[in-house]
């Protein structure tokens, strides 16, 4: 275990930023001097739950927040300053069962019971915005197929080089950025990792994102479908499972159809039969589901599906198979909790496992423009009330992921679709107002 005060001393670090995730994927955190750093290692240091998005009341004790010290990342941009991800334990020693962080150690624990260990690596894409928000930061991109202009990912060279810095400094391997297929919107790639390293380095990205933009009066976001007509942002997960015995990825079978094992085809059997469950988890708010059920976009294609399938080199489907010994899931989107994303793959995929889930059908079409074909796929949820019931309904993904999660996360998404649905829109009163 590192030792954090240590860590400070040889490191000229002054102050810990000790970070947790909340149900909602809003990240939390406090300032705490290195010369404190000791005790809240020991201890851990104390938040009032109920403040955040966790199901806890005014009337429940603290709760405790024990950095993980293997997870500590000294800040490129502010070298004085460390951010460790934590472990949320109430006062008494008892573990918050539904801290999302908490659900994936769970989950990780499980499938290294059954000898697996999940490798994952994400592809979080983002928009990089005028300070309030209102539109692309880059007047000049306005291209009708913008992927991978390479004028506009220059006119951004300052924002994506620097955090491409920062990830090359901190041993991320990054390999790739780009432009993205909306107008102001970009993806940076890094190595792939175990799914508990993947989530806190996608938690630490999204923070590092927009600390840089904000450095270089930008305003970034993961907002799932911030502009109509243009591509959303998606977060799409790379998937192998790995047997903990052989050091051999359990997924690869030359001899297999697109190269991917029987053990592979059952826990994307298992990603299939609970799609429709994991999408509140993989795809959280309102705003997501103007993305996975969009219109054509501007530039021709959503990137985004609406019906669970799956193929092989395929980008029109939920799932695509682009090479032997791991699939890509396209479902999730940038509002998506970075623990829980990780955790809702492992639960669904470990079910399939246990039950020799069959994938079904495999799809080789256009989606877009030949979906109407298929007509025995099953669709996913039209709105977040359809997730929210869709995962009410899947008892086994709910057993899984257990059950102080699910009732918690259940109750606060329906406050907020309640929240949501009581809102007086301008479209409303556009429409409404003289019928």
């Known amino acids: 275990m590192t030792d954090l005060t ?22 939390r955190a406090k300032l705490v001097p290195a010369a404190a750093i000791g005790q809240m290692q020991a201890d851990g240091a104390g938040f009032a739950g109920f403040a955040t998005w966790l199901d806890l009341t005014p009337a429940h004790p603290d709760m405790l927040a024990v950095p993980d010290a293997a997870s500590v990342i000294q800040l490129p941009w502010k070298p004085e300053v460390a951010w460790v991800a934590s472990t949320c334990v109430m006062s008494g020693g008892s573990a918050l069962d539904q801290a999302p962080r908490n659900v994936l150690a769970r989950m990780v624990a499980l499938a290294a019971e ?17 300070p309030d928000g209102a539109a692309i930061s880059d007047p000049a991109d306005t291209a009708v197929k913008p992927c991978y202009d390479q004028q506009a990912v220059m006119r951004r060279y300052d924002v994506i080089a620097e955090i491409c810095d920062h990830m090359l400094a901190l041993g991320w391997e990054p390999y790739q950025n780009d432009h ?6 970009f993806e940076m790639n890094w190595k792939f990792d175990t ?3 993947t989530a806190d380095k996608h938690s630490f990205f999204k923070f590092m994102v927009r600390s840089v933009a904000e450095r ?14 243009l591509t ?15 050091g051999l990825n359990a997924f690869a079978d030359d001899a297999a159809e697109l190269g991917l094992s029987q053990a592979g085809r059952h826990f994307l059997g298992g990603i299939m039969r609970h799609a429709a469950g994991m999408a509140v988890i993989t795809n959280p708010t309102v705003n997501s589901y103007k993305r996975i059920n969009a219109p054509r976009t501007v530039s021709g294609a959503t990137w985004a599906p609406n019906t669970v399938t799956w193929t092989g080199n395929n980008r029109t489907h939920m799932v695509r198979v682009p090479g032997p010994g791991r699939f890509e899931l396209r479902l999730p989107d940038g509002a998506a909790n970075p623990y829980l994303l990780q955790a809702v793959i492992i639960a669904a995929g470990l079910s399939g496992l246990a039950t020799a889930a069959d ?5 080789d079409i256009d989606m877009y423009a030949q979906g109407h074909l298929v007509t025995d796929a099953p669709r996913l949820p039209l709105n977040l009330l359809d997730a929210i ?11 899984m992921l257990g059950a102080e999660f699910s009732v918690g996360y259940q109750k606060l998404k329906l406050q907020e679709w309640d929240s949501f649905v009581s809102q007086i829109s301008p479209w409303e009163r556009d429409h409404t107002l003289d019928v």
């Open 6 to 27: 240590a860590f400070a001393r040889d490191r000229g670090v002054k102050y810990f930023m000790i970070s947790y995730t909340d149900l909602f994927g809003v990240q």
């Open 114 to 130: 059954r000898g697996f260990e999940v490798r994952t690596g994400v592809e979080p894409e983002f928009f990089l915005l005028t």
């Open 180 to 185: 993205e297929d909306s107008n102001g919107q």
């Open 195 to 197: 799914a508990l390293a």
């Open 216 to 229: 270089h009066g930008l305003r970034a976001t993961f907002m799932p479908k911030p502009f109509a007509g």
């Open 232 to 246: 959303g942002n998606g977060c799409h997960v790379h998937i192998s499972v790995w047997d903990r015995a052989t």
């Open 359 to 363: 994938p079904g059908p495999r799809h």
């Open 389 to 399: 019931r869709a995962y009410e309904a899947d008892a086994g993904l709910k057993a």
